[in-house]
């Protein structure tokens, strides 16, 4: 990625001062992996194991938002090698580009998470919204 004239390579940590700046954090959109780019039908097999096809549309959405903007994807399976390589190789045989897979997540414009509640400001409700969460793919109509 180029930042600024200067030439950065994917997963970099960049200085404090570019973070401040804006520069990375507005250029940086972040996927979740499992729920989000692989549909995670099966639920989990292992960190290794990825037996599902993409969310339908997912491929061409991340191209979309390539063109604008740095793609990260995060997953709890990169905190073991294994587990960053067969996404990394899942991801291949898909032919879904992106620009980094990690285990953390980084600084980003957004973050998309099918695990994620989008806090509103009322604080009061989370207990409510927590009890009641449920991700989009076992909701009823989708499974």
């Not at 404090?16 to 507005?26: A, P, Q, S």
Request: net charge positive; aromatic share 10%; with cysteine.
């Amino acid at each position: 990625m180029r930042v600024k004239g200067r030439e950065y390579m994917a997963g970099e940590i960049l200085s404090k001062k570019w973070l401040r700046r804006g520069v990375i954090l507005d250029r940086t959109v972040v996927l979740d992996f499992d729920g989000v780019i692989h549909s995670y039908s099966s639920g989990f097999k292992g960190v290794d194991v990825i037996p599902d096809p993409p969310v339908p549309g997912i491929k061409e959405a991340i191209e979309k938002i390539r063109k604008q903007y740095r793609v990260v994807v995060v997953s709890t399976r990169c905190f073991e090698e294994r587990g960053l390589a067969a996404i990394k190789e899942w991801l291949d045989r898909q032919e879904i580009i992106v620009d980094d897979v990690v285990s953390h997540k980084p600084p980003a414009i957004v973050y998309i998470d099918d695990r994620a509640i989008t806090f509103d400001g009322d604080a009061g409700a989370l207990p409510d919204k927590i009890k009641r969460f449920k991700p989009w793919y076992k909701k009823s109509g989708n499974k």
